[in-house]
């Protein structure tokens, strides 16, 4: 069964630093375009950044420059670097697998508060 789990969320002052991190299993991160999409608080949930299976990149406008998503293929991981944090990046951050079947985690909380 495949399995996404994210881990690194948590609270942090604007202005700072968090990486997220997603563990993958029964599927290849590789051979798969992996995201990280969040919901905010009475919101739908957005895409934040891709990462297709050739190593291409792409951004939500709102996080292009301040947000890096990475693969480590070894160790079967995608992370999500996620610098100068915003109040407006608060939100459940969600790994997903974009396969045929749409494979999910099941979210890490990101809180920016001062």
């Known amino acids: 069964q495949v399995q996404l789990v994210e881990s690194g969320g948590g609270s942090v002052q604007p202005g700072g630093s968090l990486r997220l991190s997603c563990a993958a299993s029964?599927?290849?991160?590789?051979?798969?375009?992996m995201a990280w999409y969040r919901r905010a608080p009475g919101k739908q949930r957005e895409l934040v950044a891709r990462?297709?299976?050739?190593?291409?990149?792409n951004y939500a406008d709102s996080v292009r420059g301040r947000f890096t998503i990475s693969r480590d293929n070894a160790k079967n991981m995608v992370y999500l670097q996620m610098n100068s944090l915003k109040p407006d990046d608060t939100a459940v951050y969600y790994c997903?697998?974009?396969?045929?079947?749409?494979?999910w985690g099941q979210g890490t909380q990101v809180t920016v508060s001062s």
């Open positions: 990462i297709f299976r050739g190593g291409v990149t």
């Open positions: 029964k599927i290849a991160v590789s051979s798969n375009t």
């Open positions: 997903n697998a974009a396969t045929t079947a749409g494979y």
